[in-house]
């Protein structure tokens, strides 16, 4: 653990949380200690500032995502969702969280636990294969999460919101099914971006663009 906070911590990007330590304070698995964010999360922030610029605000988790993605090797979020996407005080959005999902797997390999809970509206199709028990993610898989994010942000509304059981929306997603397009394209969203979006949910990953 140690050694992956480590080099996490080598990553320096101005929309890249910074992390400041780690503890074992709150259950069984670890928790990562990062700046305090006095206007919290993506989600809790457009609720409040609703005139926000989402486009760039989606620009700025691209950006902390392509350095990311850039390093050698490839650094892989693993757990892209609104949640996990703070607000700096100067309104740039920084990805947060990012490495946990690798980290709670060795934890749970070690302590013979059960496996986190899946947030099945934002993950990729090949995660589910072999029953989705520790999915290796990948930057392709992050590319799937990020058209999720996508949604999320222009719509303020989670992928498959129409959708209320967690099964269904399993069974959606292992059948290849992407996160239906708005009726209205949404509020804040245009045809351009719902291109790319569209792009992001490819079924094969090698044919998703880089972030």
């Given amino acids: 653990l140690r050694r992956e906070l480590t080099k996490r911590n080598q990553l320096i990007h101005q929309n ?13 698995f670890p928790a990562i200690v990062y700046p305090w964010y006095s206007y919290g999360n993506v989600r809790e922030y457009l609720k409040t500032h609703r005139g ?3 486009t ?8 902390g995502l392509s350095y990311m993605h850039e390093q050698q090797p490839a650094v892989v979020h ?48 090949e995660l589910l ?25 222009m719509t303020g509304q989670v992928p498959y919101h129409t ?19 708005p009726p209205d ?5 245009h045809s351009n971006l719902w291109s790319v979006i569209e792009r992001c949910w490819e079924t094969n990953p090698h044919d998703r663009p880089r972030i």
């Fill in 129 to 153: 294969e072999n029953g989705g028990l520790f999915p290796r993610v990948t930057p392709a898989s992050d590319v799937y999460a990020f058209g999720c994010l996508s949604i999320e942000i």
């Fill in 78 to 125: 693993g757990n892209i969702k609104a949640i996990n996407i703070y607000i700096k005080d100067n309104g740039e959005a920084c990805l947060g969280d990012f490495g946990m999902s690798r980290i709670v797997q060795e934890v749970t390999r070690d302590h013979n636990a059960s496996a986190p809970h899946v947030s099945y509206r934002w993950t990729a199709p």
């Fill in 52 to 54: 926000a610029n989402r």
């Fill in 56 to 63: 760039k605000l989606l620009i700025d988790v691209a950006a």
């Fill in 16 to 28: 890249v949380s910074p992390i400041l330590g780690y503890t074992y304070g709150f259950g069984n």
């Fill in 185 to 189: 394209g949404g509020k804040h969203g």
């Fill in 163 to 181: 959708i209320k059981d967690e099964a269904v929306v399993l069974a959606q997603v292992r059948r290849g099914m992407a996160p239906p397009h």
